[in-house]
């Protein structure tokens, strides 16, 4: 069975960093697709970055050059590093992996960015 577990989430002021990871377990981690989404309140939910299993990285306009995703597949985990927030980016985050035409989530994990 399949589970991820998200982390790192907090309360950071505007221009501050946050570091998310996401372990997974019950996968064959290294050949699947990871990503982060977000979903803010009355919102619904948003890609915010993929990371392909040869780490191939795309990221959503609204984040390029301040979020960075990565991998280890030593560890089964994915991270997002995520620098210079704003308090748009408040939301709770989740990791997802795609195993075939499965997709599976995490719980998420809660930033919240005040200004």
């Known amino acids: 069975q399949v589970q991820l577990v998200e982390s790192g989430g907090g309360l950071v002021q505007a221009g501050g960093s946050l570091r998310l990871s996401c372990a997974a377990s019950?996968?064959?981690?290294?050949?699947?697709?990871m990503g982060w989404y977000r979903q803010a309140p009355g919102k619904q939910r948003e890609w915010v970055a993929r990371?392909?299993?040869?780490?191939?990285?795309d990221y959503a306009d609204s984040v390029k050059g301040r979020f960075t995703i990565s991998r280890d597949n030593a560890l089964n985990t994915v991270y997002l590093q995520m620098n210079s927030l704003k308090p748009e980016d408040t939301a709770v985050y989740y990791c997802?992996?795609?195993?075939?035409?499965?997709?599976?989530w995490g719980q998420g994990t809660q930033v919240t960015v005040s200004s």
């Open positions: 997802k992996e795609a195993q075939g035409s499965r997709d599976y």
């Open positions: 019950g996968s064959i981690f290294r050949f699947n697709v």
């Open positions: 990371i392909s299993s040869i780490g191939i990285k």
